[in-house]
């Protein structure tokens, strides 16, 4: 029987590692929950976002799902471990995705992270790195005023440029990375005006690819690929505004998203919390 | 207490997975056997390999190994599956890596790939793309003169230029994929060669940089990473002549490969047969 795949985030920027997601695994079925209503979840406190979290959790758990992604870097430095433990099914978050792929491509052992406060507070991402190469030196850098940017779609342009500039400065003084990860799943929507301005010698990583590859292996790992070819009809669901998401979502997809139906998570029992 | 992970291949193509490996997981420690005696396994039949696979496995099983890494293309297109149900430590090959990658990478789902005739003849790698997405188109060539022209050392110069022009024209006619995989541990040492005859338009997939970030992601996924960060003493084995490996181990790596003891394989009981 086709089980489908689980894809939480706080709001409509997880929407980039779920494209990635139908694009290399072609073949699988994904129900996506965006908590647009209650994003941004960077600046709240770790409880709330736990709590959240486990709301939208136990909501793709009833649909039967086989694996979770959890597709928002500040959920994942919150909830990943406990999710980890306590469900029977694979949990893959975008952190360790993304620090996988920046060891695999740096040469110098100079790693850049932007992310939200909540993401970068955490230490999940020098934490990832650290734990497999404890030379590795991490700086990063909280970006709060990207999150809004792209909500609002300022995605180019020179109000844009001049936001990516003056935020990315204190990174770019300290010029000695040769890799930086983009540590939030909004920013690959800006991840050229990030290149441009951080220079081309700089290779940035966007979660959404690795985070893909990696659930890919772990689909196989745990014998879970799908085998049948037919084309699957995925799920999103959000609990904000449905015509907003629609939109956002829309112009994210080559093709109409299909099915979008609104949950209200206080609504959904939350007993593995 | 330290564990460490088994890497082996049919001769010194596979040092270049375990560079790749030291280099990605640089807190591990590794075991590589290489069985020069017998290489190259391409030509050879699926029995053989299969039974040279095993009485190298059970080697490493003795040295307590907590995974595997099948750093040989040919060997793990016979044997992988067979591996993974029968052991109880995680097994790695380095096809599905290529495959994965390759998928991540490639925008027009036609994928090159080439290996040597064992490699190609299993259609290992077509199994594993189509097993992901089965509207892939494969296009594979298996290159016979590659092995013996890097085993020798021809690297560079007319020469290597020349054969390598005539090996690949069949693929190059059909000139529609965009991402082409080097389905050889070999093949890496000839990667400009390689990319230069394709040109600039075709990425090509090096499969040990790809089966070492799956190494890593499975260690972690398996709670094995480890945690010492001491600087680890890996050993290196070969079957055949240790001048001439150490020789070849020597240029490739950065350090010295400092320890390195011959072993003849068929006195290593092979229970698991």
Redesign the interface.
């Known amino acids: 029987m086709t089980k489908p795949i689980g894809v939480i985030d706080s709001g409509v920027g997880g929407l980039t590692v779920a494209r990635e997601l139908m694009r290399?695994?072609?073949?699988e079925t994904f129900i996506y929950l965006g908590d647009t209503l209650r994003c941004p979840y960077g600046p709240r406190s770790e409880q709330e976002v736990r709590a959240f979290t486990w709301q939208m959790v136990n909501f793709l758990l009833e649909k039967n799902i086989k694996m979770l992604v959890v597709a928002c870097n500040t959920a994942t430095a919150y909830t990943l471990n406990e999710l980890q433990e306590k469900l029977s099914i694979p949990v893959i978050g975008v952190i360790?995705?993304g620090a996988?792929?920046a060891?695999?491509v740096s040469q110098n052992k100079r790693i850049g992270v932007i992310g939200t406060e909540g993401t970068i507070r955490s230490r999940a991402y020098p934490n990832a790195l650290k734990?497999?190469?404890?030379?590795i030196r991490v700086n990063d850098l909280a970006c709060p005023p990207f999150v809004p940017m792209v909500e609002e779609g300022m995605l180019t342009g020179p109000e844009a440029e001049g936001v990516v500039e003056r935020t990315l400065s204190p990174l770019k003084k300290m010029n000695h990375i040769d890799t930086l990860i983009l540590g939030c799943t909004h920013y690959p929507l800006i991840k050229d005006l990030v290149q441009n301005e951080m220079g081309s010698h700089i290779q940035v990583i966007s979660s959404g690819?690795e985070t893909?590859?990696?659930a890919?292996?772990?689909l196989?790992?745990n014998n879970l690929?799908e085998?049948n070819?037919e084309a699957p009809v995925h799920e999103f669901y959000t609990t904000g505004d449905m015509e907003k998401f629609r939109l956002v979502a829309n112009s994210w997809f080559d093709e109409p998203v299909r099915i979008l139906r609104p949950v209200e998570l206080h609504h959904v029992q939350s007993s593995a919390m």
């Open positions: 290399q695994l072609p073949q360790e995705p996988r792929a060891i695999k734990s497999i190469d404890s030379s690819e893909a590859r990696e890919s292996l772990i196989a790992y690929l085998k070819a």
